[in-house]
């Protein structure tokens, strides 16, 4: 049995709270969370604490608190030479405190509390600075997902990047898409079978060769009809420049 204790209990936390409590080989000892009803009404079995003396010295230390914070709540672990980790994109390992072995528990998956997810197929990078701990976080990783990947800091940074673009960027071109469909009376439903086609293409074709559309065959006509369409000035400077990007592309 490997013994963890989590710090947190946003999206992150209680997704990770769920996957262990069914996992084989993890005992979820103790979850810190600064409100008390946050894991309770997730978790009967848990043991809940708000205050860092009263941690217990698990094998695996996970910290699950945003980005800012996660320096400073590293220094408030009252151990030596444990292993701490985080599960941040962007930030690096050795930010942590220098009083524990440190590494990383990156989820590469978009997750909220409210969205139930099969944690079996959520990527998982994994980082630590020797090899036994690279091999306990191993354990842990393969215990909750298929999908587990060593993934240094730098490759974790550009990682995190790239998922900006697929995700956040991506999402937010549905945004616009909807803004567009609804100002003309036209449900976003009709658009959605484009959008899982679209993200299903990508398993059977590079991104460049699923490319179609205006600007990949550089029909300047339809581009600049699209141009004077547009009345909202960020959308007409978005449509520019990835214009301009997969026109660029096609020269490669
Ligand atoms: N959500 C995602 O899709 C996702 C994916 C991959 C990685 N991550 C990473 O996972 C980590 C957690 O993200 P999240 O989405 O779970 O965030 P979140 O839902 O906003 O939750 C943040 C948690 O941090 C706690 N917290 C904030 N400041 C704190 C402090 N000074 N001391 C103690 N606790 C503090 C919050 O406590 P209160 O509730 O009491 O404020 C809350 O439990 C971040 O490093 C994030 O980059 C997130």
Do not use: W
């Amino acid at each position: 049995m490997i013994s963890i204790c989590i710090l947190g209990s946003g999206n992150v936390a209680q997704q990770l709270v769920s996957a262990f409590e069914k996992a084989d080989n993890i005992q979820l000892v103790q979850v810190f969370s600064r409100k008390q009803n946050a894991i309770s009404t997730l978790s009967k079995s848990v043991s809940i604490i708000q205050d860092y003396n009263q941690l217990e010295p698990v094998d695996l230390i996970i910290i699950v608190v945003s980005d800012d914070a996660i320096v400073n709540v590293s220094e408030q672990i009252p151990f030596q030479n444990k292993l701490v980790v985080h599960t941040s994109g962007s930030v690096s390992m050795e930010s942590l405190s220098d009083a524990n072995r440190k590494g990383v528990f990156y989820p590469l998956q978009t997750l909220s509390k409210t969205k139930e997810i099969n944690f079996m197929e959520v990527p998982l990078c994994i980082e630590a600075e020797t090899n036994s701990d690279l091999k306990l976080l191993h354990q842990v990783a393969s215990a909750i997902s298929n999908n587990v990947y060593e993934i240094d800091s730098n490759q974790r940074k550009s990682l995190h990047i790239a998922a900006v673009f697929v995700n956040n960027f991506a999402n937010h071109l549905f945004q616009i898409g909807k803004e567009i469909c609804i100002k003309q009376g036209v449900s976003f439903e009709i658009l959605k079978p484009l959008i899982f086609e679209t993200a299903n293409k990508i398993n059977t074709l590079s991104p460049k060769d699923a490319q179609t559309g205006p600007a990949k065959r550089n029909d300047t006509t339809t581009i600049n009809k699209h141009l004077d369409f547009l009345s909202n000035p960020n959308h007409k400077e978005i449509y520019k420049i990835l214009t301009k990007s997969i026109i660029d592309n096609g020269k490669l």
